[in-house]
């Protein structure tokens, strides 16, 4: 047994974990705790004024806010308001959306009363704004750093650091003081705002095989309307990044496919969903199936609805004829056992809790001094690179070996569902390769236009349902995170790789591992044995937790439930909590793996 060294564990383990942006977990969640006082929100260090009231909201007309979600009420303009402090109070205005933002369309006159749009997206920044005086009469721009915008589907683009943007704004005076006569549609938040004012929630698609949900996280204001926006967002379609690679049931139109304007919930938890008669027509009874699944499965992620009704023009959507298709799973779990390498013997091992074991049948690969394997979900394939990162080999527990990929600073394989190995090749032109696990399997350049000269892919992992890549991708000055779709065709061959969405990333990383549906573990590696590591976890909806950091940390995996590893040259540690505890394993081990 391998026993640590009270000193060894001294300095690799430290203070306890930091959440710096949010929750890191599932994703379907209320907003909860109104502790944050918004001070600083406004550009001159405007504080929120004293007689707005923080007060928490009830459930109005089917509304999925929590019984404790935040309502503000800041106050209207004054006479006295100067032009500055009428737009700082329009700004402050938009944190208050109830009775579709009455408050802040006290300070419009003119063209902006009837034409100003608040929900059409929702502008976040990270640092006080600025405003300054524009060249025409009355004319100001709101000066801010963004850091992401949402759209009025719920679609949240993480904003690359340092991007700024100009918010045009026109103030002139009236017979009752200063008044906005012209904005842009939407409203400005900043992060605190915006994380006591928002909640993401997950719709649900289909991968194009049908066995398994794949979410699209998206952002709704906490209010009365949110069951009805979630809706009409599910109807429109997935995000774009997700455009070829995921089914839905409903055809795509422009979210507007309801019969009523609201989606009402009644007493009992029911949500009533009436579509048009164009939704449903032409659809036969596993699309009608499908349409009922996909609902339920999005809307009884919100915490008002317990079951959903869906009607066509009132009448009740029929799925008989057949017993319905088989039911799809969410959130695929990989089990609790790894695969490695043991480090004495240089073969492939199982490691289960504390227990390592060879893998049976497995052929001899020690030859090979292989690295960084994964597996399969039924444990009857694995994959491996070569140290020198030259070779991809694919072995089976029926004793088969095979070089798959042959190429340049190949980077760690990942093993989808459906048998593909994929890795990127960094030679002079980073490229994307997958080949079938098969014997015999044809290998294919996956499609990936968006990846500019010069850009290195560091690493690529694909989802549990096959359907997303998460990759780290080096610009020569900058690693940032990027999920792209999967697009294959009919017969699951890859083919292309869909225009990425950004998350937050510090820029350093070197590796990315899927912990489940929504979510990413993500670290850079120790290049010191006692250089402190602090991995963090990234959710598809942008937030970001800290773990607890570790010196000399080269390894990390992510098993099921929030089962983190991660290895030091001298042990393999679990996350119990928020710190890290060293595994007394029946031998060495190192590259720990869960499925792919």
Not at 9 to 21: F, G, W, Y
Not at 121 to 129: C, D, G, M, N, Q
Not at 132 to 144: K, L, P, S, W
Not at 513 to 534: H, M
């Amino acid at each position: 047994l391998i026993t640590p060294l009270p000193e060894q564990l001294a300095r690799a383990l430290s203070e306890p974990a930091r959440d710096m942006h949010g929750a890191g977990g599932r994703l379907v969640r209320p907003v909860v705790g109104v502790i944050v006082a918004l001070v600083l929100a406004l550009s001159g260090c405007t504080q929120i004024p004293q007689s707005s009231e923080v007060r928490s909201a009830d459930p109005v007309d089917g509304a999925t806010a929590a019984a404790d979600a935040p309502q503000f009420h800041p106050p209207g303009p004054a006479e006295s308001d100067t032009a500055e402090e009428a737009i700082r109070g329009f700004l402050l205005a938009g944190t208050s959306p109830q009775d579709d933002y009455a408050v802040a369309r006290e300070f419009l006159d003119g063209p902006a009363a009837t034409q100003w749009t608040p929900g059409q997206r929702t502008l976040v920044y990270s640092a006080e704004p600025r405003i300054t005086r524009g060249d025409g009469a009355g004319d100001y721009q709101i000066q801010v750093e963004v850091d992401s915008e949402i759209d009025e589907y719920g679609l949240r683009t993480v904003a690359p650091p340092g991007t700024t943007r100009a918010w045009a704004v026109t103030v002139q005076e009236r017979p009752q003081g200063m008044r906005i006569t012209s904005t842009e549609n939407g409203t400005l938040l900043s992060q605190a705002q915006f994380g006591q004012l928002f909640a993401p929630h997950e719709l649900a698609f289909y991968d194009t095989a049908k066995r398994y949900v794949v979410p699209d996280v998206r952002w709704f204001v906490n209010r009365g309307t949110t069951v009805t926006a979630v809706t009409r967002a599910l109807l429109r379609g997935p995000a774009p990044y997700l455009a070829g690679a995921v089914d839905t049931a409903f055809p795509l139109r422009t979210g507007t496919d309801l019969a009523a304007p609201t989606v009402p919930v009644d007493d009992d938890g029911v949500a009533h969903v009436d579509l048009t008669q164009a939704a449903a027509e032409g659809a036969d009874a596993e699309r009608r199936h499908r349409m009922r699944e996909q609902l339920e499965l999005t809307l009884r992620g919100l915490q008002s609805v317990k079951e959903v009704e869906v009607t066509v023009a009132g009448a009740q959507l029929s799925t008989s004829g057949d017993d319905g298709p088989a039911p799809v799973q969410t959130d695929p779990a990989v089990g609790s056992v790894q695969v490695g390498i043991d480090t004495a013997t240089g073969g492939l091992v199982y490691v289960q809790g504390t227990s390592v074991t060879p893998v049976g049948g497995a052929p001899d690969v020690t030859a090979l001094d292989p690295v960084r394997p994964t597996m399969s979900g039924d444990r009857s394939r694995f994959a491996f690179v070569t140290r020198d990162r030259t070779a991809v080999h694919v072995a089976g527990t029926d004793g088969s070996l095979r070089e798959v990929l042959r190429g340049t600073g190949l980077t760690v394989p990942s093993l989808d569902l459906l048998g593909w190995v994929w890795a990127a090749d960094r030679g002079t032109t980073s490229r994307i390769r997958a080949v079938s696990a098969q014997p015999g399997g044809q290998e294919r350049i996956v499609t990936a236009t968006w990846l500019r000269p010069g850009e290195r892919i560091v690493d690529l992992r694909l989802s549990r349902s096959g359907a997303r890549a998460a990759m780290l991708v080096d610009d020569g000055q900058r690693t940032t995170l990027r999920v792209s779709g999967v697009v294959r065709g009919s017969d699951g061959v890859p083919n292309a790789l869909t225009e990425p969405i950004l998350l937050p990333s510090s820029g350093s990383e070197d590796s990315v591992e899927w912990a489940g549906d929504t979510n990413l573990l993500v670290s850079a590696y120790a290049e010191k044995p006692d250089e402190r590591v602090v991995p963090r976890i990234v959710s598809i909806d942008g937030t970001v937790r800290e773990l607890n950091p570790l010196g000399g940390l080269r390894g990390i995996s992510a098993g099921d439930d929030g089962a983190y590893y991660a290895e030091t040259e001298e042990f393999v540690f679990l996350l119990v909590g928020s710190s890290w505890r060293a595994q007394e394993l029946d031998r060495g081990v190192r590259d720990l793996s869960f499925p792919d």
